[in-house]
């Protein structure tokens, strides 16, 4: 069983082992930070990173399998734990994670708002000390990023080298463009819930989109009530 220490990271009981590692089930519902898995008679909740919910996107109704963080959320003082899963695609994903979460002033809370970006994408800015593109992850500011590189730099290249899963989006788009124009549309002062609503209706509107500024220009059009142009 993973515990939540005061600081909001992760550390593994040595008297206990970890409960539940690892979930197959039916994709039933997914959200903005969680998604319902069916498995036999039971439903679970589990957590998930945006990046993660992307590759999901199309798999509702599915058969997936999630590697699984298992950990108790509040605090022991008042005597009230709340069991949670954060569901990954990926070992190394998961792993990537963990390690995340180890940095002073980040927790999992905070980790799970920031991985919007894929897992070597993130791992390449810390590898590189890409302050700017650290920084601009939601959640995470300057001082956040420069702990970020202290502590992990030597510690995520396994993670840069990383192929990422293709993305399946019902739009013909990169996933480094989805991930990008989910950043600039925070930048511009929509909530994380709005960003997402925006980008799930163009992407699913089957159109190819070659870069940010096209897919920009396709969300705002749909939002005044017109038909995205073709990137």
Do not use: W
Not at 123 to 128: H, K, L, P, S
Not at 152 to 177: E, H
Request: charged content about 30%; hydrophobic content about 40%; aromatic content about 6%.
């Amino acid at each position: 069983m993973r515990e939540r220490e005061p600081g909001g990271t992760l550390r593994r009981q040595k008297e206990d082992t970890a409960l539940i590692t690892k979930i197959t089930g039916k994709l039933l519902d997914l959200r903005d930070d969680a998604l319902t898995l069916g498995v036999d008679a039971f439903e679970y909740e589990v957590l998930v990173p945006e990046f993660t919910r992307r590759q999901l996107q199309q798999e509702v109704g599915n058969q997936i399998s999630l590697y699984i963080i298992h950990y108790l959320d509040g605090n022991p003082a008042h005597g009230r734990m709340t069991p949670r899963l954060i569901g990954f695609l990926t070992e190394v994903e998961r792993e990537f994670f963990e390690l995340f979460c180890s940095v002073d002033g980040v927790g999992i809370k905070k980790a799970l708002r920031a991985m919007v970006r894929p897992v070597s994408d993130i791992a390449t800015a810390i590898e590189e000390q890409d302050l700017e593109s650290l920084s601009s992850l939601p959640g995470i500011g300057s001082a956040t990023a420069e702990r970020i590189v202290a502590k992990l730099r030597r510690k995520v290249p396994k993670f840069a080298l990383m192929v990422t899963r293709q993305v399946q989006y019902a739009a013909d788009v990169a996933p480094d463009v989805v991930s990008e124009t989910y950043e600039v549309l925070r930048k511009l002062g929509h909530t994380e819930s709005d960003a997402r609503r925006l980008l799930d209706a163009v992407l699913a509107t089957k159109r190819k989109f070659k870069d940010v500024q096209s897919l920009i220009a396709a969300i705002y059009q749909q939002s005044r009530g017109r038909t995205p142009d073709e990137g």
